[in-house]
């Protein structure tokens, strides 16, 4: 049984693109969680999915930032038009139920030039 | 906001020394309350979990002390060994969407 998968492990993106982050969770998940890391500050609840469901985003921020989990394929998290404060490494966590262990990707660092 | 604070920032322990991180919540909501450990470069992992009816929950080396009334959690590292050098974070779950809110993490090194 495959962990969860998160692409690209690495992304660089110039100020004012787009990144999109995809996120598998493990098979018979269907709770996906996105948080963001940054040093020294931990890991930042940002939103919490369930299929084609946004359960809870109150880490969002309010512009630029979107996120879904559709039926079929990945979770994406995706930030428009990123800026330098974006650089941060973000995580993907999925679980069988909303309680309990969350079982985490690699993570996707993104970096903004 | 931060609902769950933790502390130190940084923990030095010598090999075979006894390693305690603490943290402290908010929310008399939460009721699960999980330790994760992150090596570089990886994603966290669930090391050990406790849940407000006990006040003590021990797996190997580690052992989780709960205290409720005080709203306090501590993890212990018996016999610490350079392995264990990592990122600690201490985690509570619970409230309307029952999401899993973070520490700030302690970083561990262990001293051969």
């Known amino acids: 049984n495959a962990g969860v998968m998160q692409n690209p492990r690495h992304l660089v993106r110039r100020r004012g693109q787009e990144a999109r982050l995809r996120c598998s969770p493990m098979?018979?998940?269907?709770?996906v969680y996105w948080y963001r890391q940054l040093p020294e500050e931990g890991l930042k609840f940002m939103v919490y999915?369930?299929?084609?469901?946004?359960?809870?985003e109150s880490g969002m921020p309010k512009e630029r930032f979107s996120a879904e989990f559709p039926k079929e394929g990945p979770s994406i998290l995706r930030i428009q038009q990123v800026v330098r404060g974006d650089s941060a490494a973000y995580f993907c966590?999925?679980?069988?139920?909303?309680?309990?262990?969350?079982?985490f990707g690699e993570g996707s660092r993104l970096t903004v030039l | 906001q931060q609902q769950v604070k933790q502390s130190p920032q940084s923990l030095i322990v010598q090999k075979g020394g006894i390693s305690i991180i603490n943290c402290a919540y908010e929310?008399?909501?939460?009721?699960?309350f999980p330790w994760y450990q992150q090596f570089p470069g990886k994603g966290p992992a669930l090391l050990i979990a406790i849940r407000p009816d006990v006040s003590e929950k021990k797996e190997g080396r580690f052992t989780i002390s709960f205290n409720k009334s005080a709203k306090q959690f501590s993890l212990h590292i018996m016999d610490s060994q350079p392995g264990d050098s990592a990122t600690y974070f201490c985690a509570a779950q619970g409230g309307a969407t029952n999401k899993l809110i973070f520490g700030t993490g302690t970083l561990l090194a262990v001293q051969p």
């Open positions: 999915l369930q299929k084609e469901n946004i359960i809870d």
């Open positions: 098979k018979g998940h269907s709770h």
């Open positions: 929310n008399t909501a939460f009721d699960y």
């Open positions: 966590a999925s679980s069988p139920l909303n309680t309990g262990e969350l079982f």
